[in-house]
């Protein structure tokens, strides 16, 4: 199972703004540099936590949990 550049473009995308644009966008004030900082974190957080939640699900480490039963009917019945 691969993975599809399109949701990975968006998402690049979608925080690349968040992150990059918008604190250039920030008014002028006592906590500009708070409110700018908050954007960058917040967007390389959250991206981060996307990408390995995206990744995980192209090789996952734990598979699903057959009992006998279902195994001896997957046998006989996919021949």
Known sequence: ??????????????WGVIGGVLPWFVPAGINKGVIQTM???TAVCCYLFW????M???????????TRTTLAVMKEVWK
């Open 1 to 14: 199972m691969g993975a599809s550049a399109v949701p990975f473009v968006i998402f690049t995308l979608f």
């Open 39 to 41: 954007l960058v974190l």
């Open 51 to 54: 990408l390995c939640c995206y």
């Open 56 to 66: 995980s699900q192209m090789n996952p480490l734990i598979g699903p949990q057959l």
